[in-house]
């Protein structure tokens, strides 16, 4: 048998401790550690004592949304204010829908029609807020605004909100993106989406106290997702998940570590603006 020489010895020796190392590294849980962790937050603002629930839920909140224009159903005040429950509602409405009518995968924008009425839906939206900013101004309005119209032209505004992003997220961070298939293929998909949001609203207009709760923490996570998804997106691309996504579980670690810059900045904004208005610095 003929001897090996010094530097074959040496590669050999480096690749079994190469191999060693690698059989010793375990991959990080990060399923279980995501849903460890938002239990975990889950549990604290269900049950960390001080405050009604509702109220945890807008306090929140209170950075990122003007909470102004309040509603009320069952006797009590939605965490956020008439028109952003309306869009982020309608947003969590929205993204579900899509998944349950099987365009989980879609990247391709609604025929043009359709498009531009998601178009119009933001214009209603912003002539309607408009409208409404020119009244708090005690400056001459076109008509009288009120919640039902923040509302409605609010849910309007989260369908767009929640197709354009689904979109976006897909064609980043999916490879299995299906380029061919529309976020909405016809009027019936568009129209369903609609019906869900018209009887969420005429359950909060007709002051349906038993829908209080699924309505509140829908509209809650919706405001709070939609930051969320934006610093899930941001976390994927720097952790470089760009167009490699098969299964949304692949998202897990991303997911997880997303969480912290959406606490942050939600917290960090709820405690600048509790602390400018105890400073008298805004109403």
């Known amino acids: 048998m003929s001897e090996r020489s010094p530097d074959e010895i040496l590669r050999m020796a480096q690749e079994r401790i190469a191999a060693r190392k690698e059989a010793g590294r375990r991959p990080i849980p990060w399923g279980p550690i995501f849903l460890g962790s938002f239990s975990a937050l889950l549990i604290a ?37 008439a028109r952003n429950s309306g869009i982020y509602l309608s947003f969590m409405l929205t993204f579900l829908y899509l ?44 008509y009288q605004p009120d919640n039902f119209l923040r509302t409605l032209t609010g849910m309007g505004m989260g369908i767009t909100i929640a197709s354009a992003l689904h979109i976006v997220l897909n064609n980043t961070l999916r490879q299995n993106v299906d380029p061919h298939q529309p976020i909405f293929a016809n009027w019936w998909e568009l129209l369903g989406i609609i019906v869900i949001d ?23 996570f919706g405001i709070l997702g939609v930051l969320y998804l934006v610093c899930l997106l941001l976390t994927s691309l720097f952790m ?24 942050l900045i939600a917290g960090a904004m709820s405690w600048l603006r509790f602390w400018m208005e105890s400073m008298g610095l805004i109403l």
């Open 240 to 263: 470089g998940y760009e167009g490699k996504v098969t299964s949304l579980r692949q998202l897990a670690g991303p997911a997880t570590i997303a969480l912290f810059p959406t606490l």
């Open 45 to 81: 603002l269900l049950f960390s004592p001080g405050m009604p629930l509702e109220w945890k839920m807008y306090a929140v909140v209170h950075g990122i949304c003007a909470q102004q224009h309040n509603i009320f159903v069952g006797g009590l005040q939605f965490p956020l204010c």
């Open 198 to 220: 018209l009887l969420a609203l005429a359950a909060i207009y007709g002051n349906l106290g038993i829908t209080f709760w699924p309505l509140a923490f829908l509209a809650f």
């Open 99 to 142: 998944y349950a009518i099987g365009r989980g995968r879609a990247g391709k924008i609604p025929p043009w029609p359709i498009a531009l009425t998601l178009v119009a839906f933001v214009g209603i939206m912003a002539v309607d807020g408009f409208n409404s900013l020119l009244l708090d101004l005690g400056l001459p309005n076109w």
